[in-house]
């Protein structure tokens, strides 16, 4: 699997250097964050979704490297539903989860309602293989497991 993880990380450094886009997947809901900051409001975007991503942009149209890094790893492991905040369109949804999360960055991604981190850390828990047990924990399975299943019958 590492050859694959390698190959994906290239390719997201590849792509992570641009604001480009992609198309957005099926279940992938660019949703609203209702204009509030609060700590409650937060608690209830976080907590809705398995998968919860602030970025700038959206999915299909990322405006930094960093949040287009994240939208093509969680592709990568064939992620499609999940909820998707654009901090851009609200300046109190942008301070207020960074307050939230004690984490000066964007973007954030959220398992089941918990903080993982920002694009650094998802990147990481990608190349070393964290990120597969933890969605298989949240019954995702990674699309990553179905390619190396596919190399091994080679």
Same mark, same amino acid.
């Given at each position: 699997?590492?050859?694959?993880?390698?190959?994906a990380?290239a390719?997201l450094?590849?792509?992570?250097?641009g604001a480009?886009?992609? +198309?957005?997947?099926?279940?992938?809901?660019?949703?609203?964050?209702?204009?509030?900051?609060?700590?409650?409001?937060?608690?209830?975007?976080?907590?809705?979704?398995?998968?919860?991503?602030?970025?700038?942009?959206?999915?299909? %149209?990322? %405006?930094?490297?960093?949040?287009?890094?994240?939208? %093509? !790893?969680?592709?990568?492991?064939?992620?499609?539903?999940?909820?998707?905040?654009?901090?851009?369109?609200?300046?109190?949804?942008?301070?207020? !989860?960074?307050?939230?999360s004690?984490?000066?960055? !964007?973007?954030?991604?959220?398992?089941?309602?918990?903080?993982?981190?920002?694009?650094?850390?998802?990147?990481?828990?990608? %190349?070393?293989?964290?990120?597969?047990?933890? +969605?298989?924990?949240?019954? !995702?399975?990674?699309?990553?497991?179905?390619?190396?299943k596919?190399?091994?019958?080679?």
């Amino acid at each position: 699997m590492s050859g694959s993880l390698g190959r994906a990380a290239a390719a997201l450094l590849r792509c992570g250097r641009g604001a480009g886009g992609g +198309l957005r997947g099926p279940g992938v809901r660019a949703a609203s964050s209702g204009g509030s900051g609060s700590s409650e409001h937060l608690d209830a975007l976080v907590k809705k979704d398995r998968v919860v991503v602030f970025l700038k942009g959206t999915p299909e %149209q990322p %405006q930094c490297g960093f949040s287009n890094a994240v939208v %093509q !790893i969680l592709r990568l492991h064939g992620v499609r539903d999940y909820a998707a905040y654009n901090v851009l369109d609200d300046p109190q949804l942008r301070q207020g !989860i960074k307050d939230y999360s004690n984490w000066p960055t !964007i973007p954030q991604v959220y398992l089941n309602g918990e903080f993982v981190g920002g694009c650094d850390i998802l990147l990481q828990m990608h %190349q070393n293989g964290d990120l597969v047990e933890e +969605l298989k924990k949240l019954g !995702i399975r990674s699309a990553l497991l179905d390619e190396k299943k596919d190399q091994d019958s080679k």
